[in-house]
């Protein structure tokens, strides 16, 4: 007899990047090897463990939704999987616009994003360049402030970049 349960990072109704699954499994003949993937089907590769009439695991890196199967054999060459759903990875990231203001020789920038998985971040990262391409060259300064100001040292043409993730770091 064994039981396979779903384990996340977060709370069960929140999203995240990583989750987890756990099972334990309990064998008379004892426990001799486990397996995970996506296939009801097709044996998983084997770790093998030395036979135990108790064993659990946690699969601690899983990074995409789907259907997991978790396969078991014991030492008599018994084999049987259950099956576990994840579906509450986050691997979207937000989405949002910018609009900026120039007023007494002070750039304000505010940012205004949202995000449908995990919800947005209220940290933002901010940058002001001479330079049109907002790459990852870009050093930015993480702030919660929105709006951001912005104090140019001379005159001419700023840009603003901007940097906002979702609670599962997208």
């Known amino acids: 007899e064994w039981y396979v349960a779903y384990a ?21 003949l004892g426990v001799s090897a486990y397996g995970i ?3 009801s089907s097709t044996e998983p590769e084997w770790v093998t463990i030395p036979s135990t009439s108790s064993f659990g695991y946690v699969f601690d890196n899983i990074t ?7 396969w078991v054999k ?10 576990v759903v994840v579906n509450n990875i986050d691997t979207i990231a937000p989405t949002g616009s910018v609009s900026a203001s120039f007023s007494g020789g002070v750039i304000s920038a505010s940012i205004t ?8 971040n209220n940290t933002y990262g901010w940058s002001m360049s001479t330079n049109s391409t907002c790459d990852s060259s870009v050093l930015f300064t993480d702030s919660s402030n929105n709006p951001y100001t912005f104090i140019p040292g001379t005159d001419g043409t700023y840009y603003v970049c901007t940097r906002v993730s979702d609670n599962a770091g997208n």
Do not use: E, P, R, W
Request: glycine content about 10%.
């Open 8 to 28: 996340t990072t977060y709370s069960s109704d929140q999203l995240s990047k990583v989750n987890a699954i756990s099972f334990m499994a309990t064998d008379v």
């Open 37 to 39: 993937n996506q296939s």
């Open 64 to 70: 995409a939704n789907g259907t997991y199967y978790i």
């Open 74 to 83: 014991d030492s008599g060459g018994n084999i049987s999987n259950q099956s």
């Open 113 to 120: 994003a949202s995000d449908t998985g995990s919800g947005v």
